[in-house]
């Protein structure tokens, strides 16, 4: 299957050519005709999976298909809603370099920024917007935005917006766009306010499921370290003495339980930075630029704040709190040994984590390996416990998750 075989036009064909893609990913190959059909879709897919050439493509053929009167305004007649600011960007420059052959335009709506330039976008006309909830909002209650033409409206990663408290912004969003029109519908998962938000949003959509949660973990080398809670942040310390973890990403349960492990980490002469909720879109991005870089090698991460972010190459994932949904592990070590390369996740088990690590096997269909021979093992798990020793002695520490 190439993306010839799925009817895509042949100016989108020549700029996929220059970004070196060559096959389309299942998602793609099941969105795309759908979408380019005029069908409402429901894409239940996590990232990583090329979810956003899915939508992005049909989208940019359906409106070069029908281009805007030239004028120095163009109506928006595509709405992309997303969570965060980061996410937002990535998918401008996809959108971009994908249409790069084609006469639209594109802008992008986000917080943490000055206004004035997308205020400007705005004015110059944009056919496609990629927008986050809270800034669209002040535009629209400043009447600065328009979106009774939008034809095409794309909801992506819902049940984070949900996580995060956009949804009462999404419907006031919606109820301002016309009623007839293609929904695009994307989340990894489906709590009930999604699937009710899914009922009254989409009309017979097509309905798209992306790998079984257990097949994506299959490349990825996975160990756990079974650790009381207090030696944790130690243990983590230790780890890291390894030169071979290039890049980690560290993920905690809270934000200050984040915020906790990077003064360890710092304190231990570790360059780490967090990327969470409470901290500003500036700073995320600021962070996110310096790991990518490689300027920072550890970031510690929530997963509200994770998901959605692309980090290429990424050689470690290193799970500081077992999360207790076991599809979220999926989630969070399937951003390691992409694109076919190698990835290593290792996971910390406390006593009252153990149940989640059960849950987590059930899940993927495999014990993960225990690694027994660490310098903080488990009390009372470990048979005998070896006489502490100066250079491997635990040092009981108030870092509590």
């Known amino acids: 299957m190439t993306f010839h075989d799925l009817q895509i036009v042949p100016s989108i064909l020549k700029a996929l050519s220059m970004e070196n893609y060559t096959a389309p990913t299942p998602i793609q190959e099941q969105s795309i005709p759908a979408v380019l059909a005029g069908r409402d879709l429901l894409g239940c897919a996590q990232t990583g999976t090329g979810k956003t050439a899915a939508f992005a493509l049909p989208i940019i053929q359906l409106l070069s298909e029908k281009p805007s009167k030239p004028s120095s305004h163009r109506p928006i007649r595509s709405l992309i809603l997303t969570p965060t600011r980061e996410l937002a960007i990535q998918i401008d420059d996809n959108v971009k370099a994908y249409s790069r052959f084609t006469d639209l335009r594109c802008a992008v709506i986000v917080g943490g920024v000055s206004q004035k330039d997308q205020e400007r976008a705005l004015n110059r006309g944009a056919d496609i917007v990629i927008a986050t909830p809270g800034r669209l909002m002040d535009l629209l209650n400043q009447n600065l935005i328009q979106l009774r033409h939008v034809q095409v409206l794309v909801l992506d990663e819902a049940d984070r917006m949900l996580d995060m408290g956009f949804i009462n912004d999404v419907k006031k969003i ?46 990825i080398e996975q160990s756990v370290y079974k650790v009381d809670k207090e030696n944790k942040m130690n243990l983590l310390v230790h780890l890291l003495q390894d030169k071979s973890i290039v890049s980690a990403l560290v993920f905690t349960r809270t934000k200050h339980g984040a915020d906790r492990v990077v003064r360890g980490l710092t304190k231990a002469n570790i360059s780490a930075q967090a990327i969470h909720g409470n901290k500003s879109q500036n700073a995320r991005q600021a962070a996110l630029n310096n790991f990518k870089s490689g300027a920072t090698r550890v970031m510690v991460a929530t997963d509200i704040a994770a998901r959605g972010i692309d980090i290429d ?54 014990k993960i390996p225990v690694v027994e021979d660490h310098p903080y093992p488990m009390l009372g798990v470990t048979v005998a416990v070896k006489a502490e020793t100066p250079n491997a002695s635990p040092v009981r520490n108030k870092a509590r998750n």
């Open 174 to 219: 919606i109820s301002k766009m016309p009623a007839q029109r293609q929904t695009l519908f994307f989340s990894a998962t489906m709590p009930a306010e999604i699937a009710n938000l899914v009922k009254t949003l989409l009309v017979n959509p097509v309905k798209v499921e992306i790998t079984p949660v257990s097949s994506t973990v299959d490349r």
């Open 313 to 366: 190459e990424l050689s470690h994932v290193i799970n500081f709190n077992l999360p207790n949904i076991s599809e979220t592990y999926v989630h969070r070590i399937g951003r390691t040994g992409r694109a076919g390369l190698s990835g290593t996740a290792i996971s910390f088990c406390e006593t009252e984590e153990l149940p989640y690590l059960k849950d987590i096997e059930k899940v993927i269909k495999k």
